[in-house]
């Protein structure tokens, strides 16, 4: 087995783990969104160093590696900032759009995406009658400023009818035109009945596909150049891997916090968690999971933004606060988020423009950060920009003193946080949290505090540690097919056809289907309850089936990557963990407490400490509470526990 590279791209920054030989490199390199094909390969000529000395051997690295898999969080971000294309929609004539604004969230993402730019289709129209109304509809969208546009009906054959409309879109509007607007029809995205849902998925997917294919393609053709071995690979929201041209968009929603996931499914087996939340702190998001008796909570109708879609997620809250996010005065208090200042022009602190305030900005003021090792020590600070930043928008508005404005950042930040881990996680005394992503260790015991956990874990590759979370997935292709009849002829049929195209789409990833497992179950909806059975080798329904159940055949094909295992742990020595160094934190107006600092490299497993401290590693920094322990495990990973 070649070299394996696993790659998370951040709004802010994107890391990258290396496993060869037994060992592991990692690094991290600032996002570029202006072409994150180059901050890609800022972390591979740097991986290249790392292991060659030279940065101009990345060309060496990549022929030498087997595969790359790349996950983004750009799709989650670009939904969070509502930064994306402005899309149109195309409906039937009486069609009731109210179906699509049931709720709060699918109200507000549907004015943010779609607005207005919305047509209706008289589908009691034939011949060249209907082509003039389609052609109207169109022009209609286009005049009001869409550049993409989802055609969504709700009819009894809805296939045939979308089919017909986009053959008319198609001839009107040849492709060789310039301008001409690209047409998603819902239902060949999606094999759903349901017509909301359907039509959420095919709107969300157009939101996010323009981005990806334009990243995603280029970075691989780019890649190609070098002449890697194979095709760039897509690490997927499902917990798989395919190559770009066989990855939907919206299955890159969320697929770096679910590397995270992965990686803390396998933490919590190894240490013997029963209940762990993983909370994930990037740059602009903050991704929450959780991990009940080494099962990762799925629903096969997910979750994007609140609002249901025809495709198999795992539960992974997303909140918009990060690293990055943009603390500002708002009505008295402190606002936090969802905007972020990203890598360009960044924190304030980073000097490259920024002139917005962030915990990172606070985290410097404070003294818990130090220039010179912040981010190995490739990032200068500029702490007289954060101090300006921190009066102009946090302390003049809101009438504070410096200090009285961090500490009550400092609060916010870390309650939005909190308040979304218990939002949305049911956390007990036995809960252990898992803080990692560069801003995860930052305030790891006083999220601690709010939360009621007094156990907390900080992998020791927790700065990358969703790139590292990548190395459990395999290779695999997955389908879903509705079964709308209830038959065993019907599900044979299904199994035939899933079959086949898992043995096509593999043959393209150089893979024959007979070394693949192969997993094959009906999924039963009835109602709000969803049950999966197993299927036999006679394909006969496994269940049975009533008039008003949804059925799904769900066909899966994968194959097993080598990856990471973790060190034993257990027969760690308890030993008082070093210090050569101490930082002065400013805790009043004009006061500071000198407290020791930790670097991870300094220490062996059973290193031993309490707080206050500073933990701090290349690319994460944490500050420890008085009244918490440090201990380092064997697999070098940080255990924070509460003491008092």
């Known amino acids: 087995m070649g070299k394996l590279i696993n790659i998370d791209n951040g709004g802010t920054l994107t890391d990258f783990c290396l496993f060869t030989d037994g060992k592991i490199y990692h690094t991290k390199a600032l996002t570029t969104p202006y072409d994150l094909s180059e901050c890609l390969f800022d972390g591979m000529k740097k991986l290249a160093k790392d292991i060659y000395g030279s940065e101009q051997q990345v060309g060496e690295l990549l022929q030498s590696t087997d595969f790359i898999r790349y996950s983004t969080t750009q799709g989650t971000n670009a939904l969070v900032e509502r930064k994306g294309p402005r899309l149109g929609l195309l409906v039937a004539k009486s069609q009731d759009t109210s179906l699509l604004q049931t709720t709060g969230h699918e109200r507000a993402l549907l004015g943010d995406i779609v607005g207005s730019r919305i047509a209706t289709l008289d589908l009691s129209l034939t011949g060249e009658s209907a082509a003039m109304d389609i052609v109207k509809a169109v022009n209609s969208i286009a005049v009001a400023g869409a550049n993409r546009i989802v055609l969504s ?77 194979n095709p760039l690979l897509i690490f997927r929201n499902d917990g798989g891997a395919a190559r770009v041209a066989k990855t939907t968009a919206l299955k890159t929603y969320s697929s770096g ?55 198999p997620l795992a539960e992974i809250h997303s909140t918009g606060v990060g690293g990055s996010s943009i603390l500002a005065a708002a009505e008295g208090s402190i606002a936090v988020g969802p905007e972020s200042v990203g890598a360009a022009p960044g924190p304030a602190c980073f000097g490259l423009g920024g002139k917005k305030a962030t915990i990172t900005d606070v985290f410097l003021l404070l003294g818990v950060f130090d220039p010179k090792t912040y981010f190995g020590g490739e990032l200068n600070l500029d702490a007289e920009r954060a101090k300006n930043a921190v009066i102009s928008n946090i302390a003049e508005p809101l009438g504070l003193n410096l200090h009285q404005a961090l500490e009550k950042m400092f609060e916010a930040w870390v309650g939005k946080i909190a308040s979304s881990i218990l939002n949305c996680c049911n956390i007990d005394s036995d809960t252990t949290l898992a803080g990692f992503g560069g801003a995860g260790p930052l305030a790891a015991t006083r999220i601690a505090d709010a939360t009621g956990c007094r156990r907390v874990i900080i992998p020791g590759m927790g700065a990358v540690f969703s790139a590292l979370g990548i190395g459990f997935s395999p290779l695999s292709q997955q389908y879903q097919l509705a079964l709308l009849e209830h038959t065993d002829d019907e599900l044979a049929t299904a199994m035939t056809d899933a079959r086949q195209r898992a043995t096509r789409d593999l043959f393209a990833e150089g893979l024959d289907i007979h070394d693949c497992k192969i997993e094959a179950k009906v999924l039963r909806i009835r109602g709000d309850q969803e049950e999966t059975f197993d299927i036999d080798e006679s394909t006969s329904l496994p269940c049975e089936l009533c008039d008003d159940d949804e059925a799904l055949l769900l066909f899966k094909a994968s194959k097993s990557i080598q990856g990471l295992e973790f060190a034993h742990i257990g027969n760690e020595k308890a030993y008082p963990a070093i210090s050569h160094t101490t930082r002065q934190i400013l805790v009043a107006a004009d006061s500071t407490v000198k407290v020791p600092v930790y670097q991870l490299k300094d220490q062996l497993p059973g290193a031993c400490a309490t707080g206050p401290a500073i933990i701090e590693d290349d690319f994460f920094t944490g500050y420890i509470d008085d009244g918490w322990q440090l201990s380092m495990s064997g697999n070098r990973d940080l255990i924070l526990e509460k003491i008092c």
């Open 153 to 229: 009906v709700n009819t009894e054959d809805v296939k045939t009818t979308e089919q017909q409309i986009q053959r008319v879109i198609t001839r009107k509007f040849p492709s060789h035109l310039l301008g001409v607007l690209p047409v998603l029809a819902a239902s060949e995205l999606a094999d759903d009945e349901n017509y909301a849902r359907r039509t959420w998925t095919a709107l969300i997917n157009a939101f996010l596909h323009p981005a990806m294919e334009r990243f995603l393609y280029s970075t691989d053709h780019r890649l190609k150049t070098h002449k890697t071995r």
């Open 257 to 311: 916090p679910r590397g995270g996931m992965e990686g803390s499914r396998a933490l919590a087996a190894h240490y013997g968690f029963s209940s762990l939340v993983s909370y994930d702190v990037g740059g602009t998001t903050t991704d929450i999971g959780m991990i009940v008796e080494g099962q990762l909570s799925n629903k096969f109708h997910g979750q994007v933004e609140g609002i249901e879609v025809s495709f």
